[in-house]
């Protein structure tokens, strides 16, 4: 990929997210097809779930890397508020991939995301279940932007 390629894909990711937040009834063939360099960038919903997931995890990451210097209560807390800090910015985009939560492609990744946010509360990279803890802080902090929701 050139570097111009690069860049227009990235403009156009950032164009998709900005109309994802707003219109959270759209899937990703529809989504895609709002944007008129949509298909240029994104040869399917595959490859633009890739970067959906690629962009959530370095905003997650950034949170994470903020609230480390905060007080926060316990390492699984801050992973947890990272979590959902990062669903209420990207909100278009956690609902696109939780859609496709189960989609093979992004097992790898989403795998990924569950270690990473594991060891940040805390589990050793080394411990046997640590994809397990990651999903259970991933489902907790899911369960509080749900419940905020219905709050509201």
Same mark, same amino acid.
């Given at each position: 990929?050139?570097? =111009?390629?690069?860049? /227009?894909?990235?403009?156009?990711? #950032?164009?998709?997210?900005?109309?994802? =937040?707003? /219109?959270?009834?759209?899937?990703?063939?529809?989504?895609?097809?709002?944007?008129?360099?949509? #298909?240029?960038?994104?040869?399917?919903?595959?490859?633009?779930?890739?970067?959906?997931?690629?962009?959530?995890?370095? #905003?997650?990451?950034?949170?994470? =890397? #903020?609230?480390?210097?905060?007080?926060? !209560?316990?390492?699984?807390?801050? &992973?947890?508020?990272?979590?959902?800090?990062? &669903?209420?910015?990207?909100?278009?985009?956690?609902?696109?991939? =939780?859609?496709?939560? $189960? !989609?093979?492609?992004?097992?790898?990744?989403?795998?990924?995301?569950?270690?990473?946010?594991? &060891?940040?509360?805390?589990?050793?990279?080394? $411990?046997?279940?640590?994809?397990?803890?990651?999903?259970?802080?991933?489902?907790?902090?899911?369960?509080?932007?749900?419940? &905020?929701?219905?709050?509201?």
């Amino acid at each position: 990929m050139t570097w =111009d390629a690069y860049n /227009r894909r990235k403009e156009t990711l #950032r164009d998709l997210l900005a109309i994802a =937040d707003r /219109r959270r009834d759209l899937t990703l063939t529809e989504l895609l097809d709002t944007v008129d360099e949509g #298909r240029d960038a994104f040869a399917n919903e595959t490859e633009l779930l890739f970067d959906l997931q690629m962009a959530w995890f370095q #905003r997650l990451s950034g949170q994470l =890397d #903020r609230l480390v210097t905060e007080s926060v !209560e316990s390492p699984e807390l801050m &992973a947890v508020t990272a979590w959902v800090n990062t &669903a209420a910015e990207m909100p278009g985009a956690r609902a696109l991939l =939780d859609d496709h939560i $189960h !989609e093979t492609a992004l097992a790898k990744a989403f795998a990924k995301e569950q270690s990473f946010l594991a &060891a940040s509360a805390g589990v050793p990279m080394s $411990h046997p279940d640590l994809t397990t803890y990651g999903r259970r802080i991933m489902n907790s902090a899911r369960e509080s932007v749900v419940g &905020a929701v219905q709050a509201a």
